[in-house]
């Protein structure tokens, strides 16, 4: 008999040597792997591991807030700037979607819900950091080539090197502090690209709350999607 192996949600290869597991507060399995590991190799360090994953999961189950799947029903919650705000239908066919004290969903586009959401998550998220960036870019003198909206899972921000910045549209989700902390982020990476003492110093000076959203992220960042 074989035991059960843990499914891996994702697998990151990288020049490393050596195998790294985390688990996600959502209870996700990331495996961490030498660019040459075969597939054999990693479901075998996830065996060996099996019950350090059953026993992580269970730890961070009771510690961490968990979240039903969505279904897009009346009353469930969706996350805006911190907040949650309750779902509506509506007879109404335009705007499919809008913000009012709660989401009022059309009820005709209740088949793509999903998608109506991303999208609108989307376009706020947009508006929210170029704006946020407006600021910074005229107080600090950064430089910005531009920004782009994806749909990143495990990221809240990314700075490519030749002066663009990515956010996940699930970023205005956030409180507005943390949106703040995680723009400045990266704009600072486009300064300096690595995590140094340097780099933490000058995101400090300018969002001097960082450690605070940082540690909001740390808890509630899992709830911050449409899974
Ligand atoms: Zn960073």
């Known amino acids: 008999m074989t035991p059960s192996s843990p499914n891996i949600s994702q697998i990151i290869r990288s020049n490393r040597k050596t195998f790294g597991l985390e688990i996600t507060p959502d209870g996700r399995l990331i495996v961490r792997a030498p660019k040459a590991a075969t597939q054999a190799q990693i479901k075998a360090v996830v065996?060996?591991?099996?019950?350090?994953?059953?026993?992580?999961?269970?730890?961070l189950a009771a510690q961490y807030p968990q979240r039903q799947p969505r279904t897009f029903t009346e009353g469930e919650t969706f996350w805006y700037l911190g907040e949650q705000y309750p779902l509506r239908l509506t007879d109404r066919v335009r705007p499919t979607l809008d913000l009012n004290g709660a989401f009022h969903l059309s009820r005709q586009a209740?088949?793509?819900?999903?998608?109506?959401?991303i999208d609108w998550y989307r376009a706020e998220t947009r508006q929210i950091t170029l704006s946020l960036m407006e600021t910074y870019l005229q107080q600090y003198g950064f430089k910005v080539n531009g920004v782009r909206i994806t749909s990143a899972r495990t990221r809240?921000?990314?700075?490519?090197g030749k002066g663009n910045l990515n956010f996940t549209y699930r970023l205005c989700m956030a409180p507005l502090l943390v949106v703040e902390y995680v723009v400045v982020h990266e704009l600072v990476h486009l300064k300096i690209p690595n995590h140094s003492r340097h780099f933490w110093a000058e995101v400090a000076r300018i969002n001097p709350a960082w450690q605070e959203s940082r540690a909001w992220l740390k808890r509630h960042g899992h709830l911050l999607t449409l899974d």
Request: aromatic share 12%; glycine share 4%.
């Open 110 to 117: 209740h088949s793509r819900a999903r998608q109506v959401f």
């Open 156 to 160: 809240w921000g990314s700075c490519s």
């Open 47 to 59: 065996a060996q591991k099996s019950a350090w994953i059953a026993k992580t999961r269970a730890r």
